[in-house]
């Protein structure tokens, strides 16, 4: 009996054992693990920064994205070169009223002489012998226009003045680069006209080069006058002389008594033309109108 009432408490003992070694295994359990956790994180942290220390540069951004805006714009930036000079055609007209046109016009020609432009037209009209108004086109180079302006303005009273410019920079360089470009075709194809071994292939070859030779000259020319418009300014000066107004002086008694004897010997002058005249113009018919009368006379006396 005392054996079965001892068997009950021992595996109670026992149990018991049991879970306290299982707890301690857990605590021990713990402690271990915790280490080799922090060691495991560890780990990849120092192998993902020695990665990144030495992996190559990242690749570039894609289009559209801002570092690709930013950087084609830095590309851009280093590949432009020096920015060309702007191409301006300036064209004016200027009214200018002057006490004396030869005065003014010897002005004229030695501003011109002086800046290195020149007189290209010429219009005078003259009123009464006297000069009254004259147009000059003049060419002025431009980098002294604005001092021809403001020594042309001196001249006289300034009436009217007009100036326009007319960027034609797109223009001109696009030409160039055309003319360029069919010059060095040009010479590519006159290459190919020495390596050329049959008559045909070489007849050819000439008529392609003669029309590029065609467009050079035509662009060549079209260069050229865009040259001379835009290194050459072009004014229409108009000049007109001032009129000076003479006050008119009395007129005496005396000098309308004269007037008066004047104006009848010339009235009596145009009469006795007149009659002169008439004289002159009749006597053809006072002949043949005489002799008919003549006639008749004699003709009615015999019937009486």
């Not at 033309?273 to 009749?282: H, M, N, R, S, Y």
Request: net charge neutral.
């Amino acid at each position: 009996m005392p054996s079965r009432r001892l068997a009950p408490s021992l595996v109670l003992a026992a149990l018991g054992a049991l879970v306290l070694l299982a707890g301690c295994k857990s605590r021990d359990a713990e402690k271990a693990d915790g280490p080799a956790s922090t060691e495991t994180v560890a780990g990849p942290a120092a192998a993902t920064t020695a990665r990144a220390e030495d992996a190559p540069p990242p690749p570039p951004s894609p289009p559209g994205s801002p570092g690709a805006a930013g950087a084609g714009q830095d590309r851009v930036a280093a590949q432009k070169g020096p920015e060309k000079p702007r191409k301006i055609i300036r064209t004016g007209t200027l009214l200018i009223e002057v006490d004396d046109y030869a005065k003014a016009r010897g002005a004229i020609d030695e501003l011109m002489r002086g800046s290195g432009g020149f007189v290209a037209g010429v219009d005078v009209g003259r009123s009464e012998g006297a000069v009254g108004s004259a147009t000059l086109t003049l060419r002025i180079p431009e980098a002294g226009l604005d001092r021809a302006l403001a020594a042309l303005g001196g001249l006289g009273t300034l009436r009217r003045e007009s100036i326009r410019a007319e960027d034609v920079s797109e223009t001109y360089y696009d030409l160039a680069a055309r003319l360029r470009n069919a010059r060095h075709l040009e010479e590519r194809m006159l290459e190919l006209a020495a390596k050329a071994g049959k008559v045909n292939e070489l007849l050819e070859v000439e008529r392609e080069v003669g029309r590029v030779r065609e467009s050079i000259e035509v662009m060549d020319g079209q260069l050229r006058g865009l040259d001379d418009r835009t290194s050459l300014a072009t004014l229409s000066v108009e000049i007109v002389t001032r009129q000076v107004y003479v006050a008119q002086q009395p007129v005496g008694l005396a000098t309308r008594i004269g007037n008066a004897f004047d104006a009848s010997l010339g009235a009596m002058a145009d009469a006795g033309e007149g009659l002169l005249l008439f004289l002159v113009a009749a006597l053809p018919w006072m002949l043949p109108i005489g002799a008919g009368a003549w006639l008749l006379v004699r003709l009615l006396r015999r019937r009486v």
